[in-house]
């Protein structure tokens, strides 16, 4: 992780030489990181790679060697981002002692945490993740799968715990969740800094405390 960056650029560097794993894996956060931090300042199409290189203290040549094109680049960024998120809620499910809406609970209060430390990655998200055609819309398709599953896995624990209303259509109540978290999130961020993050953690939690029948 420590490992300094490659520089050699795409016309130069023999395929033996590409990023070891570790220092790929440097690399994606440092750029995850720089990246976010312009997009919430312009947008995506506002930012250039040479400035995402340069804000990552990374040569453009590593970049376009590793990544491509903006487009991938963005892609793979989303990636990176959502697989933080999703290793942060899957935290919260190891523990089959607990109870499943505690770890519910816990498991919104990581997406809370996730939201406040990359507030630029939820915009992005909320941004292009609804506009349509987008460019990203495929891994937005596939990313988007993967967050509800994860909260789907969740739900079926507490189901299999409490007796919930049947009526509510599974689909829907992941996308409920899952759409809180960023809009909540995002809310918090952008419009009431004073909010904190247990209330709202609990805003969302009303809305499985809702699925479980009294």
């Excluded at 220092?23 to 040479?50: H, P, Y």
């Excluded at 505690?102 to 507030?119: K, L, R, T």
């Excluded at 969740?177 to 952008?190: E, S, Y």
């Amino acid at each position: 992780m420590g490992h300094s960056v490659g520089t050699a650029g795409p016309e130069r560097a023999p395929a033996d030489k590409k990023l070891r794993p570790e220092r790929t894996n440097a690399t994606r956060q440092k750029l995850f990181e720089a990246s976010m931090d312009l997009i919430g300042e312009r947008g995506a199409a506002g930012v250039t790679m040479d400035e995402i290189a340069a804000a990552a203290g990374v040569s453009k040549g590593t970049v376009y060697y590793n990544f491509g094109s903006k487009s991938d680049l963005i892609a793979q960024l989303l990636r990176h981002g959502v697989d933080i998120l999703k290793v942060r809620l899957l935290t919260e499910q190891g523990d089959a002692a607990a109870d499943p809406l505690v770890s519910m609970e816990a498991m919104i209060g990581q997406a809370m945490d996730f939201m406040a430390e990359y507030p630029s990655f939820a915009r992005l998200w909320v941004s292009e993740n609804w506009r349509i055609p987008s460019e990203w819309q495929d891994t937005f398709a596939v990313l988007r799968a993967e967050l509800l599953a994860v909260i789907g896995s969740a739900i079926d624990k507490v189901a299999a715990a409490y007796p919930v209303d049947e009526g509510i259509p599974r689909g829907s109540l992941e996308t409920a969740i899952f759409g809180a978290c960023f809009v909540v999130g995002l809310d918090r961020q952008t419009y009431n800094p004073e909010r904190t993050r247990d209330q709202s953690v609990a805003a969302i939690m009303a809305i499985m405390r809702g699925y479980v029948v009294k």
